[in-house]
């Protein structure tokens, strides 16, 4: 299989060098994502709903690769504040029940405040 890039959009994927999710034998690597929501250019302040959004955002990639929430095998959560982690666990059931990936979350400043999480999935592209 042929390495495919899949770009979000993101100025920072030009600006750094990077894609939002890389397809490469049978799995799909998507890059750190935040809750910014590209189609109206804007981040909420809610941690709960920029979870939704990265989910949504992440979603959005993987389909693309060809694969989907349902294969994914590892999750990593990036927190700056580790008392928004346990708030956010609703959307991360919502959106992982099916997959039960491997998961660990990490507390780790981000490159903007108004980012309250970042995660990044490991996915098997589908059969």
């Not at 034998?25 to 941690?47: A, K, R």
């Not at 989910?55 to 928004?84: M, T, W």
């Amino acid at each position: 299989m042929n390495r495919k890039h899949i770009s979000s959009g993101s100025e920072f994927e030009s600006k750094i060098g990077y894609s939002r999710a890389v397809a490469d034998g049978d799995y799909v690597f998507v890059s750190g994502t935040t809750g910014y929501n590209y189609e109206t250019m804007s981040i909420s302040s809610d941690p709960v709903e920029q979870a939704d959004q990265c989910f949504k955002n992440i979603e959005k990639a993987l389909i693309e690769a060809g694969s989907s929430l349902n294969n994914i095998v590892r999750v990593r959560y990036i927190f700056p504040n580790k008392q928004d982690f346990e708030p956010c666990w609703p959307v991360f059931k919502r959106y992982l029940s099916n997959a039960k990936p491997a998961a660990t979350m990490f507390v780790a400043g981000l490159l903007d405040e108004a980012m309250k999480l970042e995660i990044e999935v490991t996915a098997r592209l589908n059969a």
